[in-house]
């Protein structure tokens, strides 16, 4: 039976909601079909996700996205001086209504924060998660594109934007954003997407005192200013996770803090490349 166009923007609207979920296009296309749809139409509600498979792009092409172009190239863009792992900063990435948005966002919808694996601390991570993807609301979807376009990887190979909210004396202890090879976290975590690859990071707020995000190993402490994004390759440059990348969300001393966070991984079903034309055009 035909869909009528109303039908058809329904079934588009979910095909995007679930795609910007991490869903597989393979597996949303069966979902249509056991629900009768006929092949043009799932087709057409797919768009460009129709026909592809989840895939893994190239080190290479991780290691040398746009964000690592844009130093001298795009305003507030800095590089952190050391061959010891990619790490760039991004000044004003958002504006402060952007951010305030997404803080009101996160508000609503706070849970428990919770880590895969707590290798016996309980208390290795005590703030509060907000899963910002599965809202479906169309300002996180431009969020998700704004990143992806920023970084220079399409958005199939991130995961659901997360919101982070710390109180004073919260935190999220030294980790790595990979999953530790040959532990019982590995597998499961990476058997569909793949390893980590770049994290993008967001400091929604300015914390008045404490709260930075300290990489030990590189000696090196970002501290929370409205709008600026910290964005790191977990990877090296062959793909092998990078010890150098342990980090810490430390406490705040005084007042919030609040973050987005997005883990880009291994395998999506879009070519890599994503530029902020293709988000403009809302692909
Ligand atoms: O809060 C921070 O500064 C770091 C957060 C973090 O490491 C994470 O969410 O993976
Ligand atoms: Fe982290």
Not at 65 to 80: E, N
Not at 234 to 262: A, F, S, V
Not at 271 to 283: C, N, Q
Request: hydrophobic share 35%; net charge neutral; with cysteine.
């Amino acid at each position: 039976m035909p869909l009528t166009q109303s039908q058809l923007t329904e079934w588009s609207n979910w095909c995007k909601t679930n795609l910007h979920r991490g869903l597989s296009p393979a597996s949303l296309a069966e979902q249509m079909s056991r629900s009768g749809i006929e092949q043009a139409y799932i087709e057409k509600a797919l768009g460009p996700a129709f026909g592809t498979e989840v895939r893994a792009a190239s080190h290479d092409a991780f290691a040398n996205c746009a964000i690592t172009k844009r130093v001298g190239q795009t305003p507030g863009v800095k590089k952190l001086a050391t061959r010891k792992a990619q790490v760039f900063t991004w000044a004003d990435f958002l504006t402060a209504a952007e951010c305030d948005k997404t803080i009101q966002l996160i508000e609503g919808h706070l849970r428990p924060s919770t880590v895969t694996d707590t290798r016996g601390d309980a208390n290795v991570r005590t703030s509060s998660t907000c899963d910002l993807g599965e809202l479906s609301d169309p300002f996180v979807f431009d969020l998700d594109r704004k990143i992806s376009a920023a970084l220079g990887i399409h958005w199939s190979y991130s995961e659901p934007n997360q919101g982070q909210k710390y109180l004073v004396g919260q935190e999220f202890k030294s980790h790595t954003d990979y999953f530790e090879p040959r532990t019982a976290e590995y597998l499961p975590n990476t058997a569909e997407r793949g390893q980590r690859t770049w994290t993008f990071m967001v400091y929604l707020n300015s914390t008045p005192e404490g709260g930075a995000t300290r990489f030990p190993r590189l000696e090196k402490l970002f501290r929370p200013k409205q709008g600026m994004a910290v964005i790191w390759n977990n990877l090296t440059p062959e793909g092998e996770p990078n010890p150098y990348t342990l980090h810490h969300g430390m406490k705040p001393r005084r007042g919030e803090k609040y973050i987005i966070t997005k883990w880009f991984r291994e395998r999506g079903w879009a070519p890599l490349d994503y530029t902020e034309e293709m988000a403009a055009s809302g692909v």
